[in-house]
């Protein structure tokens, strides 16, 4: 067991701690995590293995505000998950999720995390007598009755509610517990370019929802001493979901977060970049207190302060992303 920049785990024999052999510690730990394919995922979810479409063509619509899009095109379907607590899930959901819609992307998103961050950073009450994806993921509501307009164009919202806390348990004796987003979300998602996932800190049965409805992750990481113990945890349930009911998950990417330049966070990024290579977004998201103060007026960042240097990186992460999946968000 070693104490490294990047957190406690076992290495490999052989390599001596704090050697040049450090990335190839990571690059065991990484093959540990690669190697548990075949290991199901929970207790009935083998029988829903399903072929996934590489993503929804999107309807051809002006409706409701939305912008026209291109029929035949296609959507994505992004879950944003970590289950460390906050290394940033929430503030790239919102952010990446107001970037793309500011670059007129149609773009839903739906928040799965009981603590409801997402909807509150958008200025969207929690109000109980209103549609949450609580009714959607228990009691089988349309995702298109729960969806709430935001304050910019093309973003949409579908908020969690305090509800939720108990869906964890709930969820646990409902049929196809792992896919009731994904059914939720699969009528819906033509009708949006980009449809964003937040998750909550944890790999239960809310987040497992998110995975198997999603066609990629993005994982936000802390540049920090325990950053990769989470990646290999998060990773691994990845593997379990992909081994079991969507077998066509993908890593869109890891995007490193509240950087700030020093030693630890540019030796650990470094580290991170040599062994996940090009599943490694270029647009670092530094630590900036603007994007920390935007949730507290109710407002993505790029409504509070479009010049601040937290605003110009995640619309710069947005450019990279419809750059990995093209103009109707293919890749
Ligand atoms: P949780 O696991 O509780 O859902 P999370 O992973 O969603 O948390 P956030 O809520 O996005 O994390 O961020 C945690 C805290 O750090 C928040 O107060 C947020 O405003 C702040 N924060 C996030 N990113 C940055 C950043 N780049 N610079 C400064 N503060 C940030
Ligand atoms: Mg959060």
Known sequence: MEHGPLGTFDHPAGVPPDSPGRSRRLFHV???VRGIRHVPLARGLEGETVRRPEGYRLHD??????????????????????????????????????????????TLLVDVDPQGNAGSALGIRRDDSEHSIYEVLLDGLPLADAVRKTEL????????????????????????????????????????????????????????????????????????????????????TIELVRASANPGLKVDGIVLTMFSPNNLANQVADEIRKTFSDQVFQTVIPRNVRLSEAPSHGKPVL?????????????????EVTHRFGAGGVA
């Open 30 to 32: 990484e093959r540990r």
């Open 61 to 106: 619509t002006s409706a409701g505000g939305h912008a026209p899009m291109e029929a035949g095109a296609m959507s994505r379907i992004l879950t944003i998950a970590n289950q460390k607590g906050g290394v940033g899930k929430t503030t790239t959901a919102v952010n990446l999720a107001a970037s793309l819609a500011a670059a007129e992307r149609r």
């Open 153 to 236: 164009k093309f973003l949409d919202l579908v908020p969690a509610s305090h509800h939720l806390v108990g869906a964890e348990l709930e969820l646990a004796d409902v049929a196809g517990r792992e896919s009731r987003l994904r059914a939720a979300v699969e009528p819906l998602a033509p009708s949006y370019e980009y449809v964003i996932i937040d998750c909550p800190p944890s790999l239960g049965l809310l987040t497992v929802n998110g995975l198997v409805a999603a066609q990629g992750v993005v994982i936000p990481l802390q540049c920090e001493y325990y950053a990769l113990e989470g990646l290999a945890d998060v990773l691994k």
């Open 303 to 319: 409504l509070y302060d479009v010049t601040s240097k937290g605003c110009q990186s995640y619309l710069e992460l947005a450019r």
